[in-house]
């Protein structure tokens, strides 16, 4: 007697890229009755409706087992996918996705204690080893906070000495100098990364009209979002970054999420709140999104990554801390940004104004940083175009075979 049995589909998350976006698109369709057109495909990953490659695509999924059918006729789900295809739908159903609330109780609650980082009183330290404030926006290459603070030491440097970051990156240097009443300057030609600074290094923060921001915008974003559709909000990067870059990077879901957050954000008069909120949505959101950097940039559509929402609701509670824990201490430098590659540094210093410089080059490693950070320059409104994004890699000092232009 001959048992029939279905092939055993391999693990989703080994998937290759293109192959898992139409297995999620398709599945989605799905669970609403829908059928999927080679022209949905083809506007979703970006390759002509012709193109073999989306045929082949379709062809090696019906054959791993996770579809049956085709194009035309309709697709549908095998037995043993039932699990997979509700957990995609589950993921991606923001109409009826339970958005926590607990930032609404953390921005109401009255105690404005911050919670425990220490079992004991802080110094200035303490707060800078344990990474208050460097951690709202960590980077791939960060180098140890305390390395900053050993040097300060190591060379005697005294309270408003000059320490010049030639490549800000994300502000550990500045930070850690402003922490011991050292001023700072940082260079950077992406614009992302002294903005990022910038918000990292000013703390003169209302904290209670902070939580008032917070309490309004997630009542608003959890009454919304199951309303997305309904809503006249400005699309903003959604418009403007290439369409197959973005669903690269980001779920259909989590575009809507990022988007309607990103509106109620631009709505905020204060400046410094706006900023700081702009930057949690951002981290937030790359968190979230399909994208692995290690190593290169490489995205998996099926990877387990913590919800946006839990992850903002996480950062901007964190914020606050950080900053009831620094505020305590009012003895700080000052730092300034200046969006421009350092080899212009004389345009911005004085002669021998300068009392230490210390950074973290960029390597000979060929790690691409405009397209790291590609998600949250459009985000952010930094660049509009593939030649903004030019514009910024011509002006930064080229650590990598991938930065090198023909003029």
């Not at 045929?55 to 697709?75: H, S």
């Not at 996480?314 to 009831?324: A, E, H, Q």
């Amino acid at each position: 007697m001959t048992v029939l049995t279905q092939p055993q589909i391999i693990n989703p998350s080994k998937l290759p890229f293109l192959q898992a976006q139409i297995l999620q698109q398709i599945y989605l369709n799905l669970s609403e009755h829908n059928k999927t057109s080679i022209e949905e495909l083809s506007e979703l990953a970006g390759y002509p409706k012709e193109s073999k490659i989306l045929a082949d695509a379709i062809k090696m999924l019906n054959n791993k087992g996770f579809i049956e059918g085709d194009l035309l006729l309709g697709f549908s789900i095998p037995e043993n996918c039932f699990d997979l295809f509700s957990k995609i739908v589950k993921r991606n159903d923001y109409k009826r996705k339970e958005y926590s609330e607990n930032i609404i109780k953390f921005a109401e609650s009255k105690d404005d204690t911050p919670s425990t980082l220490f079992e004991f009183e802080q110094t200035i330290s303490d707060l800078n080893k344990f990474g208050v404030i460097h951690k709202w926006y960590d980077y791939l290459e960060d180098f140890p906070y305390s390395l900053i603070e050993e040097k300060i030491i190591e060379y005697k440097l005294k309270p408003e000495s000059l320490i010049v970051e030639p490549f800000a990156g994300s502000g550990t240097t500045l930070i850690s100098a402003n922490l011991f009443q050292c001023n700072s300057v940082g260079f950077d030609a992406n614009p992302l990364m002294t903005f990022i600074s910038e918000v990292k290094t000013t703390w003169d923060i209302d904290l209670v009209l902070y939580k008032k921001e917070i309490s309004n915008i997630s009542k608003r974003f959890v009454k919304e979002i199951h309303n997305f559709d309904k809503l006249q909000l400005d699309l903003g990067f959604i418009n403007v970054m290439p369409k197959k870059e973005i669903n690269q990077w980001l779920s259909s879901a989590l575009q809507k999420e990022v988007i309607l957050l990103k509106n109620l954000i631009d709505e905020i008069k204060n400046k410094k709140i706006k900023n700081l909120l702009l930057i949690a949505l951002s981290k937030s959101c790359f968190d979230a999104s399909y994208v692995s950097l290690c190593p290169g940039t490489t995205f998996y559509p099926f990877r387990e990554k913590e919800d946006f929402w839990d992850l903002f609701t996480k950062k901007v509670i964190s914020i606050y801390n950080d900053l009831k824990h620094v505020q305590k201490h009012n003895h700080y430098g000052k730092s300034e940004l200046i969006t421009d590659t350092c080899l212009n540094a004389r345009k911005y210093l004085k002669p021998e104004s300068i009392d230490f410089i210390i950074t973290s080059p960029p390597y000979p490693n060929d790690l691409e940083y405009t397209r790291q950070t590609r998600l949250e320059l459009y985000l952010l409104d930094f660049v509009k175009s593939m030649d903004d994004v030019q514009q910024i890699k011509r002006k930064m000092v080229k650590g990598s075979t991938k930065l090198i232009f023909k003029e």
